[in-house]
């Protein structure tokens, strides 16, 4: 039996906790719902780069847009790649290359990357009709092409943007998204890691 002073003890710590979380919210809102105002995009941009090698990604940064094609053109001789499949959107329409249907037996995956999350070095690729998830999966080479402008500091910054988005438009509701942290891994029972066993082996990311 909870005696009648014990509730009332029980009641105002509850209060209490409530009260101070109340505050740690909106102490914490414009960090973690805001956290693009006064950003310096470079840092963004940079703290990305090094946790996304730190986790086996490859990046490379052009200074000319124009150049990105040449780039993925090298990357694709550098691989000796004799099939591609690639997203049906610009800039990737431009690649005078054969297109491979059969995602299973492309050499090469080249997508965009809707977003990037700083924090954690993570691409983030919403998936379309004219945007298969597949393409960043199935092929042991995955190239995803990133706009700087894109990388956002956290994941409560990128779902804010996201919410916007879709609460402008929901028509342009994706129907996937894929969080992709370098290339796949795996681990045995002895925690011996492999890299592309279930994916990739190789995550590369160009940022224009």
């Known amino acids: 039996m909870i005696l009648k002073e014990s509730k009332e003890v029980i009641l105002q710590n509850l209060s209490s906790i409530a009260t101070e979380e109340k505050g740690i919210s909106k102490s914490t809102e414009k960090t973690f719902l805001n956290p693009q105002l006064s950003i310096d995009q470079s840092k963004l941009q ?6 996304f090698k730190m986790v086996s990604g490859e990046v490379h940064l052009l200074e000319e847009k124009g150049r990105l094609i040449d780039k993925i053109n090298e990357l694709i001789r550098e691989f000796d790649a ?55 999966l199935l092929p042991p080479v995955h190239i995803a092409i990133l706009k700087k ?14 919410g916007k988005s879709y609460k402008k438009n929901y028509d342009e509701l994706c129907t996937c998204i894929s969080f992709i942290t370098g290339p ?22 160009i940022i224009v």
């Open 149 to 162: 402008e894109t990388i956002v500091s956290n994941i409560h910054a990128l779902f804010a943007k996201l």
């Open 46 to 51: 940079n703290d990305f780069i090094a946790n």
């Open 82 to 136: 004799q099939s591609v499949s690639f997203w049906n959107t610009e800039p990737l329409k431009s690649l005078e290359l054969t297109h491979e249907t059969d995602l299973a037996s492309a050499d090469i995956g080249i997508t965009g990357a809707d977003f990037a999350i700083a924090d954690t070095g993570t691409l983030v690729l919403l998936s379309g009709p004219e945007q298969p998830r597949l393409t960043s």
């Open 184 to 205: 796949s891994r795996t681990a045995d029972i002895e925690l011996n890691l492999t890299l592309g066993v279930h994916g990739p082996g190789r995550a590369i990311v």
